[in-house]
Structure formats: structure tokens, C-alpha cells
């Protein structure tokens, strides 16, 4: 193992740039997809002219009701999201100076204990005292078969950041792993892994030890071994972003591949385990900056409406009981064009009361633009209210069965009914935001 494994390691970031990508869809009501599809158009062909949504009435930081400004009108409502130049990606996390341990003094061995000579893998495989039959999965595991082909018994340590190679396939041993070893006798040992790259075919194939190191990443699994708690899928974002400093798109599980793009969907992970990664690199003194997945706008408001991940998405960035509120209303005034529309069906989950009366003058109101009002009569059914239910009947028959948004009111009804249902037979799971009718309507 090189010496700069042994040593610590300072946090910096490198470079693999990448150009920004589209925003993808979500959908946070279980509709068709047509629904969605007018909101994605509108987006694209919108102006960059900056907003001007309508007021908001405040108290503190009690929310009120945002109501629609005729203003919203198609012209210029929503911007085309600014294009992300490639950045500086992040630089490989070196290692630091590390106090080497004082030797402590050696036990007595037991009369009839084996004595078992310590080597490392790599080592032993090259002087032939172990045979070693290596299969993984190209991503996060891999199976050891060793054999002691020497008459003394080993303890064999595979070392944390050694790198095996599979074809065109790399990965990195993020987890070190021990195993003793009688002569003659062969023990099967099983390795976490991490894809060094994205390109790497996942499926089960042979492997061989490399003597190359993983230099953009040996310091980060130096500091993440003595911290702990970082899951696999977790790792495995933290291992792209060092490496190939991939978009959001290419690493969210609620984003999707688009026809002739590279294909990332093997490596993609669930908002929690995304704002866990990135949560990790900010630990260990990584210029967040640099990392392009860092700063999309779409995972901030996207993992503080999932419910899995919003408790970790308020601590990332630093949004509390009393400060909530403007983040939402910051978001839907002032937030990036193509995820403005996104913080109605935050209010509607976790502000419901607000919702109810705000959002179907939103869905009236006809000079708002046309993707506003339907996240509005989509969000109304995310309130999981049932006086959402004949708000979203009416609004059927107001805005026409046949067009776009009376269609998208009689789903949203359709979906709030069964899910009410639901509610009522079993115990709801996840607890939405009560607050006192809001003043100033």
C-alpha cells in the first residue's frame, strides 16, 4: 500500500467539468404524466424576464396567503433556468499527517494459540503465498476466495482505498477487512466496494488486485473510516463526485436518463442518501463550490418536500421552525425558473390550511401562468385534507372536464379520495404542519 494511505489527508477538490443539465420532471401527486408534460413545456419556452409573482402578507414569520398576480402572465413568467457553466471540479482529497500510535507491548501468547503472521493482500498474492479468486457486481460488493498456499498461518488484511480491476471496470475497496487463514485451508471474504466510475457495466465478473491508487478519493475514505455512518449508496455518490463531478441528474433516483445521454440509473440514490453525501464532504473541509450536484437547485426544494429526507435537508441548509416559511415563499418568488412551481405542493404538504385558501384562487386565477395554476390544483391534493375534495369537484366543472386543468382537478380528487381512504384504515405515517387560519386573506 502507498505510504500516502497510511497518512491522514486534507479535504481539496478537483476538477472533471461538467455543463449543466436540464431539469427533470417530478411528480408529486400520483396523475398521469400529461399533466406534467404542460408544466415541463411551459418551462422551456418561457423568457428569462425575472418575476414579479404577486405580494405576500406577512406577520413575522407566520405564513399568509401569496396571492396570484394577473401579472403571471405567459409572456416572461418563467425563465429558462440559466445555464450552468462548467465548473472547476473537485480535486482529489489528499491525505494529512497522521500521529503514528505508540506500539503497545505484546500479550503473552497462550500455550497452544496459533501465532498468525500478519501481510497485506496485495503482498501475499505477489509473492504467491495466497491464491486469491476475486468476483464483484462493478459497484458496491466483491467476493474474496483466498488460499493459504504457505505453511504458516496468516491474517491477511485487505487494505481501505486498494483498487481492483475488472476489463474497463474500476472500484475501490471503501471498508478494510481482515481474515485469518490456516495453511492449505481457503476462506471466503466479502469486500464494500465503490465505482470509480460511472461507465462501469454492472454484473457479476472476475477481478484482479491493481497496484494504481485511487488519489482523488484515498482521503475522503481515510476521514469517512474514522467517522463512520455513511452508507453504501452514500459512498457511492461521494466516490462520483470526486472522481467525474456528476450533475444531479445523473445521480438522483427521482431524475431520469434522456435518450442518447450517458446512462447513470446503476448509481443513482435516494434524496436521503444524496444530502448524506453531501453532508460528508462538507465535513471533512470539501469546497462544496466545486461540486456541481452541490449547487443544483432542484435538490434543495426537491429533499425538503420528500419526507424521508427533509429533516436532513433542514440541517444541510439551515432552514428551522422559525425561518421555514420564507423559505418556501423565497422559493416560489425567487428561486430558480424551473422549480419556482415546485413550492405550491410544499406549501400544500406541510402548510395545508394555507393551501386550502391560497391555491384555488392560484388555479382561477387566469393571467397566472398555466404551469402555476396546475401544480396549484395538483398540490391541492397533496393537503391529504378532505375539504380538498370538493374544493378540487368544483374546480372541475369551473375550469372545463375537457381542458388541462379541469382534467388535472378530477385526478387530484380522484387520488386525495383514495388516499383519504386509506388514511382512515390504517394510521397516517406522516404528520403534516397544523397551523391556526391564517389572517389577511
Known amino acids: 500500500m502507498n505510504s500516502s494511505k497510511v497518512l491522514g489527508f486534507a479535504c481539496l477538490t478537483a476538477v472533471i467539468g461538467w455543463s449543466g443539465?436540464?431539469?427533470?420532471?417530478?411528480?408529486?401527486?400520483?396523475?398521469?404524466?400529461?399533466?406534467r408534460a404542460l408544466q415541463q413545456a411551459a418551462l422551456t419556452v418561457a423568457s428569462a424576464t425575472k418575476v414579479k409573482v404577486g405580494p405576500i402578507l406577512m406577520r413575522s414569520s407566520v405564513p399568509e396567503l401569496i396571492v396570484p398576480d394577473p401579472g403571471l402572465a405567459d409572456t416572461g413568467m418563467l425563465a429558462d433556468p440559466t445555464p450552468v457553466t462548467p465548473a472547476a471540479g473537485p480535486a482529489p482529497?489528499?491525505?494529512?499527517?497522521?500521529?503514528?500510535?505508540?506500539?503497545?507491548?505484546?500479550?503473552?501468547?497462550?500455550?497452544?494459540?496459533?501465532?498468525?503472521?500478519?501481510?497485506?493482500?496485495?503482498?501475499?498474492?505477489?509473492?504467491?503465498?495466497?491464491?486469491?479468486?476475486?468476483?464483484?457486481?462493478?459497484?458496491?460488493?466483491m467476493t474474496a476466495q483466498?488460499?493459504?498456499?504457505?505453511?504458516?498461518p496468516l491474517r491477511i488484511s485487505v487494505t481501505l482505498g486498494q483498487l481492483l480491476e475488472g476489463g474497463r471496470n474500476r472500484v475501490v475497496v471503501t471498508r478494510a477487512a481482515t481474515a485469518e487463514l490456516l495453511p492449505a485451508r481457503t476462506v471466503e471474504l466479502k469486500l464494500v466496494t465503490a465505482a470509480l466510475?460511472?461507465?462501469?457495466?454492472?454484473?457479476?465478473?472476475?477481478?484482479?488486485?491493481?497496484?494504481?491508487n485511487a488519489e482523488r478519493v484515498d482521503g475522503f475514505l481515510k476521514w469517512a473510516s474514522e467517522h463512520g455512518g455513511l452508507s453504501a449508496p452514500a459512498m457511492q455518490v461521494v466516490v462520483l463526485a470526486l472522481t467525474e463531478n456528476l450533475p444531479l441528474q445523473a445521480l438522483a433516483k427521482f431524475t431520469a436518463s434522456k435518450p442518447g445521454e450517458h446512462n447513470?440509473?446503476?448509481?443513482?440514490?435516494?434524496?436521503?442518501?444524496?444530502?448524506?453525501?453531501?453532508?460528508?464532504?462538507?465535513?471533512c473541509g470539501a469546497k462544496m463550490d466545486t461540486f456541481t450536484v452541490?449547487?443544483?437547485?432542484?435538490?434543495?426544494?426537491e429533499s425538503m418536500i420528500e419526507p424521508l429526507s427533509r429533516e436532513a435537508a433542514k440541517r444541510?441548509?439551515?432552514?428551522?421552525?422559525?425561518?421555514?416559511?420564507?423559505?418556501?415563499?423565497?422559493?416560489?418568488?425567487?428561486?430558480?425558473?424551473?422549480?419556482?412551481?415546485?413550492?405550491?405542493y410544499g406549501i400544500a404538504r406541510f402548510y395545508p390550511d394555507v393551501a386550502l385558501e391560497m391555491l384555488p384562487k392560484w388555479a382561477r386565477e387566469t393571467g397566472t401562468h398555466?404551469?402555476?395554476?396546475?401544480?396549484?390544483?395538483?398540490?391541492?391534493?397533496?393537503?391529504?385534507?378532505?375539504?380538498?375534495?370538493?374544493?378540487?369537484?368544483?374546480l372541475a366543472g369551473e375550469l372545463g372536464a375537457t381542458t388541462e386543468l379541469g382534467k388535472a382537478a378530477t385526478q387530484s380528487a380522484t387520488y386525495l379520495d383514495k388516499r383519504l381512504t386509506e388514511l382512515g384504515t390504517r394510521p397516517q405515517v406522516i404528520a403534516f404542519r397544523d397551523k391556526s387560519r391564517v389572517t389577511g386573506l
Not at 264 to 283: G, K, N, Y
Not at 321 to 330: A, L, R, S
Open 197 to 212: 466510475h460511472s461507465a462501469n457495466m454492472v454484473g457479476d465478473a472476475p477481478y484482479k488486485l491493481s497496484y494504481h
Open 370 to 394: 398555466p404551469v402555476y395554476r396546475l401544480a396549484a390544483v395538483q398540490a391541492l391534493g397533496d393537503t391529504q385534507r378532505p375539504e380538498a375534495l370538493p374544493i378540487l369537484r368544483t
Open 21 to 35: 443539465f436540464s431539469i427533470a420532471d417530478k411528480v408529486y401527486t400520483k396523475l398521469p404524466v400529461g399533466s
Open 93 to 141: 482529497i489528499a491525505p494529512a499527517a497522521a500521529a503514528v500510535a505508540a506500539a503497545e507491548p505484546a500479550s503473552p501468547k497462550k500455550k497452544g494459540e496459533v501465532e498468525f503472521e500478519e501481510t497485506d493482500l496485495l503482498a501475499a498474492v505477489q509473492q504467491g503465498i495466497i491464491q486469491a479468486t476475486l468476483r464483484g457486481n462493478g459497484r458496491d460488493r
Open 316 to 344: 444541510y441548509y439551515g432552514i428551522t421552525e422559525g425561518n421555514e416559511w420564507d423559505f418556501w415563499k423565497h422559493e416560489l418568488l425567487e428561486g430558480s425558473p424551473s422549480t419556482r412551481h415546485y413550492a405550491l
Open 264 to 283: 447513470t440509473d446503476a448509481f443513482r440514490a435516494e434524496t436521503a442518501d444524496l444530502l448524506a453525501a453531501l453532508t460528508a464532504l462538507r465535513d
Open 294 to 301: 452541490a449547487n443544483d437547485p432542484q435538490l434543495r426544494i
Open 146 to 152: 483466498l488460499r493459504n498456499n504457505s505453511p504458516t
